[in-house]
């Protein structure tokens, strides 16, 4: 089957593409216009491109184009939109390039409800008509993983998720 997987850091990456790298046919997408600044967001491309054991996988570069955010704290519905925004390009990307599938790398990290994240997933996968991996990629060890993965790989594993904390906490 081929795969859309979305992926927003290779700290997260390398974990979900060491539990299902080997069951599809598996191409990234690299669709966060959330992270800021510029830097920060190419410093997280680049290094998704050189992992190592994914080395000759295709990754392609989503939108740069952003919305609006309603103000709120991490986890709330600041980060449903955002999450809704970024995975609708993923599902849409997804039919339009023959895909069967798409998944997220999101849920791997406890910051992230699976649950809200799994929601979106399927109304974007009946929205499109591209089948969705329902996920929770934390489980099993998956979130130790890329502690793991990343202090053998020497990554990189930013201390925030994507909005600059003056946003999330304005003082
Ligand atoms: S914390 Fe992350 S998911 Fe939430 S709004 Fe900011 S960039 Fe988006």
New binding site residues.
């Given amino acids: 089957m081929r795969m859309l997987l979305h992926a927003c850091c290779c700290s997260c990456f390398s974990s979900v593409f060491e539990q299902i790298g080997g069951s599809y046919d598996l191409t990234v997408y690299f669709c966060n216009p ?2 800021k600044p510029d830097k920060e967001y190419a410093r997280r491309l680049e290094e998704l491109k050189n992992y190592p054991p994914s080395m000759g996988i295709k990754i392609v570069e989503g939108t740069r184009n952003f919305i609006e ?1 309603p103000y709120g704290p ?2 709330g519905e ?2 449903r ?3 809704g925004y970024r995975l609708n390009e993923v599902a849409k990307y997804s039919k339009e390039n023959g895909f069967d599938i798409f998944a997220t790398t999101l849920t791997v990290s406890p910051h ?1 409800n699976s649950e809200m994240i799994n929601g979106l997933g399927q109304v974007l996968s009946r929205k499109y008509g591209v089948e969705y991996l329902l996920s929770n990629f934390k489980k099993k060890n998956g979130y130790l993983r890329t502690v793991e993965l990343s202090k053998q790989y020497g990554l990189y594993r930013q201390n ?4 600059t904390p003056k ?2 906490h304005p003082s």
């Avoid at 925030?160 to 909005?163: A, F, T």
């Fill in positions: 959330n992270i955010l991490e986890g600041r980060c939109v955002c999450i992230k925030y998720c994507g909005c946003e999330i």
